[in-house]
Every structure is written in C-alpha cells, then in structure tokens.
T-cell receptor, first 118, second 109 residues
Framework: GAVVSQHPSWVICKSGTSVKIECRSL??????MFWYRQFPKQSLMLMAT?????????EQGVEKDKFLINHASLTLSTLTVTSAHPEDSSFYIC??????????????FGPGTRLLVL | GIQVEQSPPDLILQEGANSTLRCNFS?????LQWFHQNPWGQLINLFY???GTKQNGRLSATTVATERYSLLYISSSQTTDSGVYFC???????????FGGGTRVLVKP
C-alpha cells in the first residue's frame, strides 16, 4: 500500500523546451504532495509543497514561474519545468502525505524522474 | 530552519557485519523518518519513528526525542543493504521534511 508513481521516469529534452512530470498516489488520497530535487551525491532539497485545490507554496530560491505546480485532484500533482536549461538537469522526486488511515504525516515517495536538458 | 546531521557520511561494511547510523537534529520534531535510497533512486520508507524503538527484520531504529537524535541499526548486513540512508524530520505544526545529508553504505561480499 501507499504507492506513489511518477511519469516519465526519465526525459531528455532540448534547452528552451518545457517538460511536465506527473506524480500520482495510486492507492490513497493525498491532500498534500511535495516536490524535491536531488543533484548527484547530494541530499533531497524541497522545492515546493502542493495542496489540492490551492496554489503551491515554494521554498526560498525556487522560481515559481519556472517550476509550475498543479494539484488538481487528490491523486495527481504535476510539475512543469518551463524553458528548461542545462542547469535544470536533475533528479526530481515527488512525495505524497497520507491524509487518513495510516500513520499521519508519513510521506511516501515516488521513484523519481531524471531530467537531462541538452 | 532545523538542521539535520547524519554520521558517518560513508560506511563500508563486510557482508554480515553490524552497523549503527546516527541522525542528530537541532530542534524538537513531531516526525522523524528513515529512508533507504536504492541505486536506482527510489526512496523506501524504513521507519516512521518520532520517538521510541521499532524493529523490522534486520533493521531497527531508536529515537530519543529529548536528546534530539535517532539511531538506525543494521544487523547482519547484506549486499542489498547498499545505498544511501537518509533521516528526515519535520517540526511541530508542519509537514515539510528536512533531510539530513545521508550516509552512503557499501556492503562488500
């Protein structure tokens, strides 16, 4: 139980294009989803908190116009990297927070999306 | 914000050995989780342990909230235990996780 999926698992794109990453909670409802970025051999850094039906809350230093987040339902959040540049190449990971039933505030993580911008 | 420090940063073990990983945090927390990130990047929940002791197979964890640290014990390590172990915490009234720097574990056959 508590499975989170991400799509795509990896993507290669040209500089200047936009890339959309989907995060789905498969067997539970999540009012809150989180987006993280991880550079090689580093820890996870929180980018933004996404609440269903409201605007995302971005961490300091994260450009909200560049990383567009939409959380339209209790099982789906999307992250769009707009006008991607090589420095946006990274491993993007989402997580979902269980709202009821299981241990509250436990976050379950998706498998991640590797983005390479050429 | 809250600081989370993990030690050691790197650990090389011979298969069958036991080890202890430590996580120190700078403020009171209402959630602490341990994760294992496998070589493909997937984070696997190991423990939700804001306080007390839990065991799951060869792994166990103890959090002493009043002293602001948590320990993860790996017993009889196997090569499949290789990867990076992260602890992450969130403060009271918040749900954002702050991750430590991780401990990179390599178990040699």
């Amino acid at each position: 139980g508590a499975v989170v999926s991400q799509h795509p698992s990896w993507v290669i794109c040209k500089s200047g294009t936009s890339v959309k990453i989907e995060c789905r909670s498969l067997d539970f409802q999540a009012t809150t989803m989180f987006w993280y970025r991880q550079f090689p051999k580093q820890s996870l850094m929180l980018m933004a908190t996404s609440n269903e039906g409201s605007k995302a809350t971005y961490e300091q230093g994260v450009e909200k116009d560049k990383f567009l987040i939409n959380h339209a339902s209790l099982t789906l959040s999307t992250l769009t990297v707009t006008s991607a540049h090589p420095e946006d190449s990274s491993f993007y990971i989402c997580s979902a927070s269980v709202t009821s039933g299981r241990a509250p505030k436990t976050q379950y993580f998706g498998p991640g999306t590797r983005l390479l911008v050429l | 914000g809250i600081q989370v420090e993990q030690s050691p940063p790197d650990l090389i073990l011979q298969e069958g050995a036991n080890s202890t990983l430590r996580c120190n945090f700078s403020d009171s927390v209402n959630n602490l989780q341990w994760f294992h990130q496998n070589p493909w990047g997937q984070l696997i929940n190991l423990f939700y342990i804001p306080s007390g002791t839990k065991q799951n197979g060869r792994l166990s964890a103890t959090t002493v909230a009043t002293e602001r640290y948590s320990l993860l014990y790996i017993s009889s390590s196997q090569t499949t235990d290789s990867g990076v172990y992260f602890c992450a915490v969130n403060k009271a009234a918040g749900n954002k996780l702050t991750f430590g720097g991780g401990t990179r574990v390599l178990v040699k056959p």
